[in-house]
């Protein structure tokens, strides 16, 4: 595009290359700085996460300190780790405050904006050489990198090693092989995206370190609990239920932790209420199964000491353990959820159950109408005829003992007369205007019933002073009942009354007569 004589229709098309490709540039630069903001915001994501991991890992380790000297020294070295990570992270987070606040930026999200390089240019870096204020930058990273080295010591080579890698304040060499100082290299002439980014890089490289410590520290001080002492192990018992019947053959095991077979006793010296148990016991495994009778109704009591052979020598592991015994059950618990009586018209649901037994081992049965098992212990009672039904109930014993047996009976009751009502108003005597009566539905209620049942009239009659009575369906005044109803006069009563309700859904059952609404015209 140079040299010769050019038209000036030439220069203007170079020029508009020119253009175009300083736009190319601009564009790719916009990619970059964005490309940034993204890897940015993913590391601060991952920073919160291993936050949280972090500190729950350390509470872990602080919990811990009070079992042992080894979980003592872990969680004091892991105290240290976290103040030397904290002092860290922090003064990187407050550079990156410092870069924002230098370089006024409004919205951080606004990756495409922060290309300015001038702020940590000038910062950390003056006349050619390293600034106090980037050679405090290398001071913090120098204070991490050597304390955690000698946190660390010699009981994690690898980490310690990762630690030098990553927080290493050394000359690098550039491309072309020249070297360069730390703060040149990483800081100098890069966008503050980029500045910011690598900050927030060397914030998570902080964050996995400290998380890989906790982790170390975790994991080999819980291998040195495999050791058999009585500080590290105690003893666990497991049974198939936390009380038992009179006549019962107890069950339960007692292990410790582990119940692989190394951990299985040399042998066992145990008492049940102070007598020994002799030979009524078994090995599964790690485990001692007993084999004793329950006893009588109350409290027991195993005591003694698992023998374990560790280095030649006896370690001795007390036991001190109890179980209940209780009574065998002879009556089971049989009532109305609602009253204590059942109502013939609805579902009564009741709760059947023998203490202590499996729902699913008991089976009731009613004398009369329908009883239905809904789940577990609960049932619901359809009464049919007569006026009392008596529920039966047996259940199996767990131990093939014998059946047990319990009976109750119910009063069975009609559902009560129903009350007219209008406008939802219950009372039965009523004040209403002229035109509130003629578009007000007609309704029915049980009042203080105890079962929510949704009643719809369906007719009822009409009786106004002077005319005759007449017969409606629905629930609303028809056209003959208002004419009537005009007729009457201000402070009259009206009347309605036989009025034929049905539940809904239970349309099969007849309700009481339902009581007679009168109403006082107001107008």
Do not use: C
């Amino acid at each position: 595009m140079a040299g010769g004589k050019l038209s000036a229709r030439q220069k203007m098309i170079n020029l508009m290359y020119l253009v175009f490709i300083a736009m190319l540039a601009l564009n790719m630069s916009k990619e970059v700085l964005s490309a940034f903001g993204s890897i940015n915001s993913k590391l601060d994501r991952a920073n919160s996460s291993f936050a949280t991991k972090n500190d729950l890992a350390l509470n872990n380790l602080k919990a811990k300190s009070g079992e042992n000297e080894e979980f003592k020294t872990a969680a004091a070295t892991a105290q240290s780790a976290s103040d030397l990570s904290k002092t860290l992270y922090d003064y990187l987070d407050s550079q990156k405050e410092d870069i924002f606040a230098g370089n006024k930026v409004e919205d951080r999200l606004d990756f495409e904006s922060m290309d300015k390089t001038q702020y940590l240019d000038e910062t950390y870096y003056k006349s050619g050489k390293i600034s106090a204020r980037g050679q405090e930058f290398l001071d913090k990273v120098d204070a991490y990198r050597n304390g955690m080295v000698a946190l660390i010591g010699d009981t994690n080579p690898e980490l310690a090693e990762q630690i030098k890698t990553d927080f290493s304040t050394e000359d690098v060499p550039d491309s072309e092989g020249i070297k360069k100082d730390y703060i040149n290299y990483h800081f100098v002439g890069f966008p503050m995206v980029s500045s910011i980014t690598k900050m927030t890089q060397m914030q998570n490289d902080i964050k996995v370190v400290e998380n890989e410590l906790y982790a170390k520290l975790l994991s080999g001080n819980l291998k040195a609990l495999t050791n058999i002492n009585e500080q590290n192990y105690t003893t666990v018992m497991t049974q198939k239920k936390g009380a038992f019947y009179s006549g019962e053959t107890f069950d339960g095991t007692i292990s410790l932790g582990r119940v692989d077979e190394s951990t299985k006793p040399e042998r066992v010296e145990l008492l049940v209420d102070g007598r020994p148990i002799g030979d009524r016991y078994e090995f599964e495994g790690g485990r001692v199964k007993l084999k004793v009778g329950s006893g009588g109704v109350g409290d027991h009591k195993i005591t003694g000491n698992l023998i374990f052979l560790q280095d030649g020598k006896e370690v001795e592991v007390p036991v001190d353990q109890k179980w209940t015994t209780i009574a065998k059950p002879n009556s089971a618990t049989i009532a109305a959820d609602k009253m204590n009586v059942v109502y013939r018209g609805v579902v009564n649901p009741m709760t059947i159950d023998f203490a202590g037994l499996d729902p699913n081992k008991v089976n009731a049965r009613a004398s009369s109408g329908s009883l239905s098992r809904k789940s577990g212990n609960a049932y619901t009672m359809s009464p049919g005829t007569g006026k009392e039904v008596t529920i039966s109930v047996n259940a199996t014993l767990p131990d093939g003992g014998g059946p047990v047996s319990d009976k109750a009976t119910f009063r069975i009751k009609d559902i009560p007369r129903p009350t007219g009502t209008m406008r939802n108003d219950d009372s039965g005597n009523l004040k209403m205007s002229r035109e509130a009566v003629g578009s007000a539905p007609v309704g029915a209620a049980l009042v203080d019933f105890d079962f929510d049942l949704n009643l719809k009239v369906t007719s009822f009659k009409f009786k106004a002073p002077g005319a005759a009575t007449v017969q409606v369906q629905g629930t609303r005044l028809n056209a003959q009942a208002k004419s009537a109803l005009r007729k009457a006069k201000r402070g009259a009563a009206v009347q309605i009354f036989d009025i034929k309700a049905q539940i809904q859904g239970n349309s099969g059952y007849k309700l009481r007569k339902v009581s007679p609404v009168i109403i006082e015209l107001t107008n």
